[in-house]
């Protein structure tokens, strides 16, 4: 079992930055697999990032890469995520989520959630 908590969340202004961070529980945190989702009002859950359990391997949306950087530290049981430029549409519910199927974009292979954090981007 893993317990994911984020934090990180706030409300910014466009061009600024946050991290976000989600500190899991248990003692096997080197089998999973961590990503990033979110949810904007109105629409769908979507994948943002995802990260192998090594840190090596990695994916992103379109809509982020370039701006988005996922990271994690084994040792401290953390994985974090790096926004940087935030525009408006970045505005959403942001989830982080542990799956054992390996960096994945699909939502169904992940088998833990985070309870999430609220990020709001103002113009």
């Known amino acids: 079992q893993v317990q994911l908590v984020e934090s990180g969340g706030g409300l910014v202004q466009a061009g600024e930055s946050l991290r976000l961070s989600c500190a899991a529980s248990g003692r096997t945190f080197t089998s999973y697999a961590m990503a990033w989702f979110r949810q904007a009002p109105g629409k769908e859950r979507e994948f943002v990032t995802t990260?192998?359990?090594?840190?090596?391997?990695?994916y992103y949306a379109d809509s982020v890469k370039g701006r988005f950087t996922i990271s994690r530290d084994n040792a401290k049981n953390m994985a974090f995520l790096q926004m940087n430029s935030l525009k408006p549409e970045d505005t959403a519910v942001y989830f982080c989520?542990?799956?054992?199927?390996?960096?994945?974009?699909?939502?169904?292979?992940?088998?833990?959630w985070g309870q999430g954090t609220q990020v709001t981007v103002s113009s």
């Open positions: 989520a542990a799956g054992t199927n390996g960096a994945t974009i699909f939502e169904n292979k992940y088998n833990y």
């Open positions: 990260v192998d359990w090594s840190g090596v391997v990695t």
